[in-house]
């Protein structure tokens, strides 16, 4: 007799499959193939494949463009990210425990306000103080950091509290290492696994963030896309299907590397 959990498992990836993997069978079918639905039968289902829609796609300048500042944006936010959050976060968690309630209350808060709020609020601030800030693409990093915080803060606070942070840095102080030299040389090196997670999230959000640079008025490569589908319609859905591929496949590169290495996702926090 089949188990009530065996079934559930089943019926959990017959589910995820019907979610997943068939809408993208059609987006893969409309964007490569060039035989109408209609036309479409049993004998040439197998026919009229090809990547011509990507070939069209990369010979747009806007796309290429476009592209370009997804990519300067992601690095741009794994840079601000850990400039600002992994000295801040090693501090809390040696010197001041006091303040890791409202640290992590801070990060998480990030996430109560609505983008629009967001926007509306930071560029009425900004518009008058300096309006320089908002006419460059590269405001979006602002507000990729931001939005990233709740995710990022616990891979780093994670693994912080797993090496023992606190502990390593009474003992580097016994032996004379200093404040600067204990950052570099003891924190940073055990911080790479939740590090790595943390960029591989942070590249594979951002690449596909929608709502903040739409509101903002920049030409990122989700918010191009949007109107190239409707002048390019099979292209663009090229595009888009191989983004989201390699999105996957960055996920599924970190998470395969992390358990090489005989971690998880909850040894980095998340």
């Given at each position: 007799m089949i188990s009530v959990g ?52 990369f010979q747009d300048a806007g ?130 696994s939740s590090l790595y997670i ?73």
């Amino acid at each position: 007799m089949i188990s009530v959990g065996k079934l559930a498992r089943t019926g959990f990836w017959i589910l995820l499959i019907g979610y997943f993997l068939l809408p993208m069978l059609a987006m893969a079918r409309f964007a490569f193939q060039t035989i109408p639905t209609f036309l479409l039968t049993t004998e040439n289902i197998f026919q009229g494949w090809g990547l011509g829609s990507i070939a069209v796609a990369f010979q747009d300048a806007g796309v290429i463009k476009s592209t370009i500042l997804s990519l300067q944006l992601c690095a741009t936010t794994i840079a601000l990210t850990f400039i600002v959050l992994v000295p801040l976060t090693t501090f809390v968690e040696v010197s001041a425990p006091h303040l890791k309630p409202w640290l992590t209350g801070a990060t998480v808060a990030t996430w109560l306000v609505p983008p629009v709020a967001l926007v509306v609020g930071v560029a009425a601030t900004f518009r008058q103080v300096m309006p320089s800030f908002l006419t460059s693409p590269f405001t979006l990093t602002f507000f990729y950091s931001l939005w990233m915080l709740p995710f990022t803060y616990r891979a780093i606070d994670g693994q912080l509290r797993l090496i023992g942070a606190k502990n390593l840095f009474e003992a580097a102080q016994s032996v004379g290492c200093g404040p600067v030299t204990f950052f570099f040389k003891v924190i940073l090196p055990n911080l790479k696994s939740s590090l790595y997670i943390s960029a591989t999230l942070i590249f594979a959000a951002v690449l596909g963030e929608f709502t903040f640079a739409s509101l903002l008025l920049k030409q990122t490569m989700p918010v191009y896309l949007w109107s190239f589908q409707s002048s390019q319609a099979r292209a663009g859905f090229a595009l888009a299907l191989l983004v989201m591929v390699a999105t996957a496949l960055i996920l599924g590169f970190a998470v395969a590397r992390m358990r090489r290495r005989g971690l998880n996702f909850s040894a980095t926090g998340i």
